[in-house]
Nanobody, 126 residues
Framework: QVQLMESGGGSVQAGESLKLSCAVSGYTIRRSYCMGWFRQAPGKEREGVAA????????YYTDSVKGRFTVSRDNAKNTLYLQMYSLKPEDTAMYYC??????????????????WGQGTQVTVSS
């Protein structure tokens, strides 16, 4: 059974950085899966942030984080990462890791990902 466990969230000031991790168990990420990061702020819909297709390494980002966030994976550690730079108050949300045994949906729609972690909170203050 595939399980995802996020970590690395916290409270930071605007302009600071955080690195989120998603530990994967139940399968090996070097196989061809789409691994994604999503976020959900109170009262808002879940939003796709970034994704990586582990077969080719192709990455996908929502426009609001391009140039600030980087998604990556470490096959040896079976872990997905989201490095976040220049954080803004509008980045405040619960961040979720997700997985799909398929090519990545470039639109980063949550419905495309059947497996989810429990989330880690990121709070950015101005």
């Amino acid at each position: 059974q595939v399980q995802l466990m996020e970590s690395g969230g916290g409270s930071v000031q605007a302009g600071e950085s955080l690195k989120l991790s998603c530990a994967v168990s139940g399968y090996t990420i070097r196989r061809s899966y789409c691994m994604g990061w999503f976020r959900q702020a109170p009262g808002k819909e879940r939003e796709g942030v970034a994704a990586i297709y582990t077969g080719s390494g192709s990455t996908y980002y929502t426009d609001s984080v391009k140039g600030r966030f980087t998604v990556s994976r470490d096959n040896a550690k079976n872990t997905l990462y989201l490095q976040m730079y220049s954080l803004k108050p509008e980045d405040t949300a619960m961040y979720y890791c997700a997985a799909a045994r398929a090519y990545c949906d470039p639109a980063l729609r949550a419905v495309s990902f059947p497996v989810w972690g429990q989330g880690t909170q990121v709070t950015v203050s101005s």
